[in-house]
Protein backbone atom coordinates (compact mmCIF):
# COMPACT_ATOMS: atom_id res chain seq x y z
CA UNK A 1 0.00 0.00 0.00
CA UNK A 2 1.30 3.23 -0.88
CA UNK A 3 2.14 5.91 1.28
CA UNK A 4 -0.88 9.02 0.80
CA UNK A 5 0.96 11.92 -0.69
CA UNK A 6 1.80 15.41 1.54
CA UNK A 7 3.90 18.23 0.86
CA UNK A 8 7.65 17.82 2.67
CA UNK A 9 7.01 21.58 3.88
CA UNK A 10 4.63 24.27 4.73
CA UNK A 11 5.10 27.22 6.77
CA UNK A 12 3.34 30.31 8.34
CA UNK A 13 3.47 33.55 10.24
CA UNK A 14 2.05 33.63 13.72
CA UNK A 15 -1.78 34.83 13.26
CA UNK A 16 -1.91 33.24 9.54
CA UNK A 17 -3.26 30.18 8.26
CA UNK A 18 -2.01 27.20 6.61
CA UNK A 19 -3.24 23.77 5.22
CA UNK A 20 -1.72 20.46 4.55
CA UNK A 21 -3.08 18.01 1.80
CA UNK A 22 -2.84 14.68 1.54
CA UNK A 23 -3.57 13.06 -1.46
CA UNK A 24 -4.43 9.39 -2.31
CA UNK A 25 -6.63 7.21 -3.92
CA UNK A 26 -10.01 5.78 -4.31
CA UNK A 27 -8.87 2.68 -2.01
CA UNK A 28 -8.64 4.83 0.81
CA UNK A 29 -8.74 8.91 1.37
CA UNK A 30 -12.05 8.77 -1.44
CA UNK A 31 -13.38 5.97 -0.35
CA UNK A 32 -14.08 6.27 3.31
CA UNK A 33 -14.16 8.68 6.08
CA UNK A 34 -11.91 7.83 8.17
CA UNK A 35 -9.08 10.26 7.46
CA UNK A 36 -7.15 11.34 10.64
CA UNK A 37 -4.39 13.84 11.14
CA UNK A 38 -1.87 13.38 13.81
CA UNK A 39 0.76 16.34 15.26
CA UNK A 40 3.95 15.31 16.27
CA UNK A 41 6.69 17.48 18.02
CA UNK A 42 10.23 16.55 18.16
CA UNK A 43 10.80 13.57 20.31
CA UNK A 44 7.21 12.53 21.39
CA UNK A 45 4.77 10.47 20.43
CA UNK A 46 2.09 11.85 17.65
CA UNK A 47 -0.95 13.20 19.02
CA UNK A 48 -4.57 12.93 17.32
CA UNK A 49 -5.60 16.12 16.46
CA UNK A 50 -8.85 15.31 13.90
CA UNK A 51 -10.63 12.00 13.63
CA UNK A 52 -13.36 10.72 10.17
CA UNK A 53 -11.81 13.43 8.30
CA UNK A 54 -13.57 16.56 9.95
CA UNK A 55 -14.01 16.11 14.19
CA UNK A 56 -11.96 17.27 16.70
CA UNK A 57 -11.21 15.02 19.96
CA UNK A 58 -12.07 16.66 23.43
CA UNK A 59 -9.44 19.23 24.01
CA UNK A 60 -7.95 20.22 20.06
CA UNK A 61 -8.47 23.44 19.50
CA UNK A 62 -10.95 24.19 16.93
CA UNK A 63 -8.44 26.54 15.07
CA UNK A 64 -7.65 22.72 13.85
CA UNK A 65 -10.39 21.72 10.66
CA UNK A 66 -10.24 18.71 8.94
CA UNK A 67 -11.79 18.30 5.47
CA UNK A 68 -11.70 16.20 1.92
CA UNK A 69 -12.79 16.52 -1.82
CA UNK A 70 -12.42 12.89 -3.96
CA UNK A 71 -8.89 11.46 -3.09
CA UNK A 72 -8.06 14.98 -0.92
CA UNK A 73 -7.79 15.52 2.36
CA UNK A 74 -6.71 18.72 3.98
CA UNK A 75 -5.59 20.23 7.45
CA UNK A 76 -6.10 24.13 7.90
CA UNK A 77 -4.82 25.35 10.88
CA UNK A 78 -5.88 29.23 11.46
CA UNK A 79 -4.42 31.45 13.23
CA UNK A 80 -0.81 29.83 13.83
CA UNK A 81 0.80 30.03 17.28
CA UNK A 82 4.34 29.06 18.11
CA UNK A 83 3.30 25.68 19.31
CA UNK A 84 1.43 24.37 16.31
CA UNK A 85 5.44 24.08 14.71
CA UNK A 86 5.35 20.06 13.80
CA UNK A 87 5.32 17.60 11.80
CA UNK A 88 2.37 16.17 10.96
CA UNK A 89 0.64 12.77 9.74
CA UNK A 90 -2.18 11.99 7.72
CA UNK A 91 -3.53 8.58 7.97
CA UNK A 92 -6.66 6.71 5.86
CA UNK A 93 -8.29 3.15 6.25
CA UNK A 94 -7.76 1.46 2.81
CA UNK A 95 -9.66 -1.56 0.99
CA UNK A 96 -6.66 -3.41 2.12
CA UNK A 97 -8.40 -3.54 5.46
CA UNK A 98 -5.09 -2.05 6.57
CA UNK A 99 -4.19 2.03 7.33
CA UNK A 100 -1.97 3.82 5.45
CA UNK A 101 -0.26 6.99 6.64
CA UNK A 102 1.49 10.09 4.44
CA UNK A 103 4.91 11.41 4.20
CA UNK A 104 4.84 14.11 7.09
CA UNK A 105 4.75 17.56 6.24
CA UNK A 106 7.02 19.61 8.14
CA UNK A 107 5.23 23.08 9.59
CA UNK A 108 7.45 25.63 10.51
CA UNK A 109 5.48 28.63 12.24
CA UNK A 110 8.10 32.05 10.97
CA UNK B 1 -6.60 7.54 32.11
CA UNK B 2 -5.66 5.33 29.47
CA UNK B 3 -1.40 4.75 28.95
CA UNK B 4 0.26 2.19 27.22
CA UNK B 5 3.82 1.36 27.47
CA UNK B 6 6.37 -0.58 25.02
CA UNK B 7 8.62 -2.28 26.51
CA UNK B 8 11.65 -4.44 24.74
CA UNK B 9 15.30 -4.90 23.92
CA UNK B 10 17.16 -1.77 22.41
CA UNK B 11 19.33 -3.38 20.62
CA UNK B 12 19.02 -6.43 18.46
CA UNK B 13 21.44 -8.09 16.22
CA UNK B 14 20.63 -9.01 12.55
CA UNK B 15 18.83 -11.92 11.60
CA UNK B 16 17.00 -11.79 15.50
CA UNK B 17 13.22 -11.91 16.13
CA UNK B 18 12.31 -8.34 17.96
CA UNK B 19 9.34 -9.45 20.71
CA UNK B 20 8.08 -6.28 21.95
CA UNK B 21 5.13 -5.88 24.31
CA UNK B 22 3.03 -2.87 24.76
CA UNK B 23 0.50 -2.98 28.66
CA UNK B 24 -1.78 -0.66 28.86
CA UNK B 25 -4.52 0.53 31.15
CA UNK B 26 -8.09 2.04 31.95
CA UNK B 27 -9.71 0.17 29.28
CA UNK B 28 -10.55 -3.36 27.84
CA UNK B 29 -9.75 -4.77 24.40
CA UNK B 30 -12.61 -7.17 25.01
CA UNK B 31 -14.67 -4.21 24.21
CA UNK B 32 -16.04 -3.74 20.57
CA UNK B 33 -14.56 -0.59 18.42
CA UNK B 34 -11.00 -1.47 20.31
CA UNK B 35 -7.63 -2.38 18.65
CA UNK B 36 -4.60 -2.15 19.24
CA UNK B 37 -2.33 -0.93 16.86
CA UNK B 38 1.35 -1.24 16.12
CA UNK B 39 3.45 1.78 14.15
CA UNK B 40 7.15 2.17 13.37
CA UNK B 41 9.11 5.22 12.56
CA UNK B 42 12.51 5.31 11.24
CA UNK B 43 14.90 8.26 12.39
CA UNK B 44 14.18 11.42 11.29
CA UNK B 45 10.93 9.23 8.58
CA UNK B 46 7.92 8.85 8.29
CA UNK B 47 5.36 6.84 10.46
CA UNK B 48 4.64 2.98 9.20
CA UNK B 49 1.68 1.46 10.07
CA UNK B 50 2.61 -2.38 11.03
CA UNK B 51 -0.14 -4.78 12.52
CA UNK B 52 -3.19 -4.32 14.46
CA UNK B 53 -5.50 -6.83 16.66
CA UNK B 54 -8.90 -5.93 16.99
CA UNK B 55 -11.47 -6.73 20.02
CA UNK B 56 -12.78 -9.83 18.08
CA UNK B 57 -9.20 -10.92 18.13
CA UNK B 58 -9.01 -10.18 14.04
CA UNK B 59 -5.50 -9.42 13.05
CA UNK B 60 -4.77 -7.64 10.02
CA UNK B 61 -1.02 -6.79 9.05
CA UNK B 62 1.22 -4.71 6.26
CA UNK B 63 0.97 -5.79 3.42
CA UNK B 64 4.99 -5.38 2.82
CA UNK B 65 5.87 -6.92 6.14
CA UNK B 66 3.44 -9.79 6.70
CA UNK B 67 5.41 -12.37 6.13
CA UNK B 68 7.66 -11.03 9.58
CA UNK B 69 5.21 -9.95 11.61
CA UNK B 70 2.91 -12.05 14.53
CA UNK B 71 0.71 -9.59 16.66
CA UNK B 72 -1.10 -11.30 19.74
CA UNK B 73 -3.20 -10.20 22.85
CA UNK B 74 -3.34 -11.79 26.48
CA UNK B 75 -6.51 -9.51 27.78
CA UNK B 76 -6.10 -11.02 30.92
CA UNK B 77 -2.76 -8.94 31.10
CA UNK B 78 -3.84 -6.01 29.61
CA UNK B 79 -0.83 -6.63 26.91
CA UNK B 80 -0.20 -7.14 23.26
CA UNK B 81 2.70 -8.32 21.21
CA UNK B 82 4.45 -7.75 18.38
CA UNK B 83 6.66 -10.25 17.38
CA UNK B 84 8.90 -9.24 13.96
CA UNK B 85 11.55 -12.01 12.11
CA UNK B 86 14.62 -11.49 10.46
CA UNK B 87 15.60 -8.34 12.09
CA UNK B 88 17.79 -6.24 9.47
CA UNK B 89 19.43 -3.06 10.15
CA UNK B 90 16.62 -1.06 8.01
CA UNK B 91 14.32 -2.15 10.48
CA UNK B 92 15.94 0.33 13.28
CA UNK B 93 13.27 2.81 14.69
CA UNK B 94 10.91 4.14 16.93
CA UNK B 95 8.06 1.16 17.71
CA UNK B 96 4.99 2.63 18.91
CA UNK B 97 1.91 1.10 20.45
CA UNK B 98 -1.29 2.61 20.17
CA UNK B 99 -4.82 2.82 20.79
CA UNK B 100 -7.25 2.48 18.09
CA UNK B 101 -11.00 3.52 19.01
CA UNK B 102 -12.66 2.69 15.97
CA UNK B 103 -10.63 4.58 13.23
CA UNK B 104 -8.73 6.66 14.97
CA UNK B 105 -5.05 6.18 16.96
CA UNK B 106 -6.80 8.19 19.61
CA UNK B 107 -3.76 7.23 22.68
CA UNK B 108 -0.34 6.69 21.71
CA UNK B 109 2.79 5.03 23.69
CA UNK B 110 6.13 6.48 24.42
CA UNK B 111 7.63 4.63 22.01
CA UNK B 112 10.87 2.23 22.23
CA UNK B 113 13.79 2.89 20.32
CA UNK B 114 15.07 -0.67 18.65
CA UNK B 115 18.38 -0.04 17.20
CA UNK B 116 19.37 -3.41 14.88
CA UNK B 117 22.87 -3.76 14.47
CA UNK B 118 26.03 -6.57 14.81
Known amino acids: QAALTQPASVSGSPGQSTTISCTGT?????????VSWYQQHPGKAPKLMIYDVNNRPSGVPNRFFGSKSGNTASLTISVLQAEDEADYYCSSYTSSNVWVFGGGTKLTVL | QVTLKESGPALVTPTQTLTLTCTFSEFSLSTGGIRMTWIRQPPGKALEWLARVDWNDDKFYSRSLKTRLTISRDTSKNQVVLKMTNMDPVDTGTYYC??????????WGQGVLVTVSS
Open chain 1, 26 to 34: SSDVGGYNY
Open chain 2, 98 to 107: ARMYWWSLDS
